[in-house]
């Protein structure tokens, strides 16, 4: 691909002065393929931007067979990871050129709205961020907290979520969510409401609205914060996508807070991330006898989190003078298995072959095979001549 054709193909996703240096064009192309073609947190896909440079670990990826000498990597990991990557090489025109309709931005490591605090997550960072929005949010000085929580939130668990996040956002904290109904919804608000500045992480493309009842908080955030996300426009949002979302959270935040969650609650992985991040990490305790606080008590008890009661708490908890940007920068993710990405890749309804469910899930097309065969033995997937259902238990 030409110098010109990659200006080209940028157009409208960087800012036109951005395009002057080829060598960096390139570089933003490679990564911006790079976002379409892995699974968020990919180590082989990190490990090759690293060592070789997005441009030139893109045209390794989908022509040779044998990995180059840098990766120190076993042939067969190498063949396993393109697998997961060439089904999708061609998926990249629809992605880029809605991201140019609806105005989205893409981000990458040097830029100035690059949040390097992801960097932390090692060969698990983000390849790149799509972002829309205020993208400057995202590598701004001031401190960052994030408020998660359970989506099926108590009155309690709404009101402390709000108190906090309003109380921090008017002392300039930046607020980071998920954008879920619950918490993570009244976090955003509340600070929306002091006129403070939020970020929504969202586990698809930042194009369409997740859930579709928040599409007015999200185009509110847009105005005052920014919604990023890591992988491209058109991407759907699926459980291994929220999991990886996750960690994300987690590594853009100076802190994490869980203010309500069930035993099993998603926001125990966002606190995993941020504990193996080393970053502080604490709860909002709840009545004992309250299912929605579990979570909240497990941290408290099994990650060592801080009890945060107020703002105060939070500010106690990073060491905080009377000046929150004075707070120091603290500071890789966590993995589900193949057979959680296969089951978000099939329809209970349309029969999927294994290549389009290899194109879906970013999961080679062999492991794919071995996967549905264990489905199949646990009843969770149904196969005909069409193809693979999931069944829906």
């Known amino acids: 691909m030409s110098d010109d054709e990659v200006r080209r193909a940028l157009a409208g996703l960087v800012p036109a002065g951005d395009l002057a240096d080829p060598e960096r064009s390139r570089e933003r192309w490679g990564r911006a393929r790079w976002s379409v073609l892995a699974e968020p947190g990919d180590g082989v896909a990190g490990l090759a931007l690293q060592r070789l440079g997005a441009f030139r670990a893109l045209e390794c990826a989908l022509r040779d067979d044998a990995p180059p000498a840098e990766l120190d990597l076993d042939v067969r990991d190498w063949r396993r990871a393109c697998a997961r990557w060439r089904p999708r090489q061609g998926d990249h025109s629809y992605a880029i050129e809605r991201a140019k309709r609806v105005g989205v931005r893409l981000i990458v490591p040097g830029d100035p709205a690059w949040p390097e605090r992801v960097d932390e997550l090692g060969i ?13 949010t995202l590598a701004a000085p001031a401190a960052a907290v994030a408020l998660v929580g359970a989506r ?3 009155a309690y668990g709404v009101q402390v979520a709000g108190e906090i996040a309003g109380e921090l956002g008017v002392a300039g904290v930046t607020i980071v969510s998920g954008a879920a109904i619950g918490i993570d919804a ?3 608000r509340a600070c929306l409401a002091v006129d403070g500045s939020t970020i929504a992480v969202l586990a698809g493309g930042v194009d369409k609205a997740y859930p579709s009842g928040h ?51 998603g926001s125990l992985n966002t ?9 502080a990490l604490g709860a ?32 106690e908890m990073l060491g905080w003078t009377d000046e929150p940007g004075d707070a120091a920068v603290l500071g890789e993710g966590g993995r589900t298995d193949d057979a959680t990405r296969v089951l978000d890749a099939l329809s209970t309804r349309v029969p999927r072959d294994v290549a389009e ?28 001549e069409r193809g693979w259902r999931r069944t829906g238990s």
């Open 357 to 384: 469910i290899a194109r879906r899930s970013g999961v080679a097309g062999e492991e794919v095979s071995a996967r549905l065969g264990l489905l199949d033995l646990e009843g969770r997937v149904v196969s005909d």
């Open 186 to 188: 009244a976090a955003h």
């Open 215 to 265: 599409a007015g908080l999200l185009t509110e955030v847009s105005r005052r914060g920014v919604v990023v996300s890591e992988v491209p426009c058109g991407t759907a949002p699926t459980k291994w996508r929220f999991l990886q979302r996750n960690r994300l959270i987690a590594a853009l935040s100076d802190a994490t807070v869980v203010v309500e969650a069930g035993w099993r609650s």
């Open 124 to 136: 698990h960072a983000p390849v790149a961020l799509w972002a829309r929005g205020r993208e400057d």
């Open 284 to 315: 909002v305790p709840g009545p004992v006898t309250s299912a929605a606080s579990a979570g909240c008590h497990r941290i408290l008890r099994e990650y060592d989190g801080r009890c945060i009661t107020s703002a105060d708490d939070v500010r």
């Open 152 to 154: 099926a939130a108590t």
């Open 271 to 279: 606190a995993g991330h941020a504990a193996a991040l080393g970053r």
